[in-house]
Every structure is written in C-alpha cells, then in structure tokens.
C-alpha cells in the first residue's frame, strides 16, 4: 500500500532528525514515486560546504539519478520545512507533481508564504503544494535546534 | 588586473558555446573573487541527468568548492541568461555580492523580470543585479540553437 503524507513526512522527520546529530539545521526531505519512496536526504550545507545543499536538492538528485534522467513528474517531494525559492524553484525545474510540505516558513518560505512558486502560471510547470503536514513537530525540532544552539540565528535556515 | 563585466562575459559565452557543443541548452557562468575567475562551467542537465545541473548552480557548487565553504560573500557570478527562480535564490541563499547576466529571460526571469528574488528585503540576504551585458551575443546564441534543433521548445531553457 502506498504511505501517506503523513507516513512520509514520518520518514523526512527521521531525515531531519539526522541532520541535527551532525550539526546540520534539521530539515530532512524524501520523494515518492510509483508508490514507492525512491530518495530521501537531509540539509547537509554545512558538511559538504556546499550552498545548494539543502534537503529538497539532494533529495530531487537522488531520485533524478534513481529514475536515470532530469525529468521527475509523476513524484512527489515531501519536506519538513515550506520551501525557499530555490528549492521550489527546483521542483518547478524537475517537473515534480506534488510537494508536501510541514513547518511554514515566514522567513523565506515561496510555497505560498513569501511567494508561491509552484503556482505561477507563467512558468512552464506548476506543483500542487499541500501545506502543514505534521507541521507541529516539524517546526518544533528546527526551533528545539535553534534554542540549543545559542549562537545560531534562524536566518541561517535559508 | 580584474576583468571587467564584458571580459567576463566573453567567458561565460565560451561557456555557453561548450554547452551547445555537447547539446545542451547553451548557458555559460563564472565566479570572479579576489579578482580571480575561481569557477567557470554551463548547463549540463541533460549530461548529467540531473534537474538543478543549471550553469549557475554548478559554478555556485565549484566555487563553494575553491572557498572551502558554502558562504561565498565577495562573489559576483556573470551568466549568459537571467537566472531562473532555482538559480536566483541559489545566489541569495551562497550569499552572493552581485550577478551579472546577458539576455533577459521574458520566460522564466527571476532577476527583474518575473520576479526579482535578489532584491527583495523580507529574504536574509539581497544580491546586486547588473543585466544586459553582451545580451545581443547571449541571446543570439540561444536563438540559433533553438532554431537548429526543431523538435525543441523555449521551454526547455527553465
């Protein structure tokens, strides 16, 4: 049988989860397709140095090399936390059906927050977004990690 | 030294041509810091089969690589076309000085056309935006590929 939303955003919170035992600002990130969870990834900006690490992009690399091209419709991206602009604009890119997301981000969120990238109609593809999946206990752990981390800000979630 | 925006250009648009080379949509980027081009490189999505393999995110991956770290503040990044929404919050999210881009991108623009995500004060960070340096020779490039490859669309730049 095919996981749920929930049952998925389950699997993205233990992502998230691992992200903060290494340090990480905990957002973790898995997708579906064809009923089956082909990626899941967690926010690794720090330890890969890498700027475009976050969950959602390693997560759509991971499944865009499981299924062997660019071109990911028919999957659904499931996150802890709303999206900024360039991982929305990443789906948008790849093509994916559906993100579901947990936590609203008010800071830099474009899934409907600050913007809604995913639905412009101007852009070639649009994704249908359902917001506030668990989005308690999504937004809960990133700010049980801000609270423990005295000299982190939340700025440093975008 | 330091090169100036059009010498940048003029090698990004080799870039782009590399791009073209290997089929690729032909976009071209480079990073200058400290004075120094520390990564060049273009679209490679279909090469590398993977959906955020745009021009900018890989010179963003490359420069992140030669700094040591995903913060690259004192950056310019100078792309043949108008980054897209991916991109463009790329630049916001590596914290870039400034972008410098060719061709407007009346599509899928997301620095001044469609949006402006380098400019917007609610983000954590805010990125100069120069465009229109060589667009003639930038758009031209994308012109004549789309013409030569008939089965193509416009739609595959986003």
Chains 1, 2 share one sequence.
């Not at 999206?83 to 609203?104: E, I, N, Q, T, W």
């Not at 999504?138 to 982190?152: I, Q, V």
């Amino acid at each position: 049988m095919q996981p749920d939303d929930e049952q998925l955003m389950l699997l993205a919170l233990e992502e998230a989860k691992a992200a903060m035992e290494d340090g990480e600002v905990p957002i973790g990130a898995v997708v579906l397709f064809g009923g089956d969870v082909i990626a899941r990834s967690h926010n690794a900006r720090e330890r890969l140095r890498n700027p475009v690490a976050h969950a959602e992009i390693l997560a759509l690399e991971m499944a865009a090399h499981h299924l062997g091209g660019w071109r990911l419709g028919g999957s659904t991206l499931v996150v802890t936390l709303e999206p900024c602009a360039m991982c929305a604009g990443a789906l948008v890119s790849a093509r994916v059906d559906r993100v579901v997301f947990g936590a609203v981000d008010p800071k830099a969120g474009a899934c409907g927050t600050l913007y809604n990238l995913c639905s412009d109609p101007r852009l070639n593809h649009e994704v249908a977004v359902t917001p506030g999946v668990l989005g308690g206990a999504c937004g809960e752990l990133l700010r049980s990690f801000f609270a423990r981390r005295r000299t982190g800000t939340e700025d440093e979630i975008a």
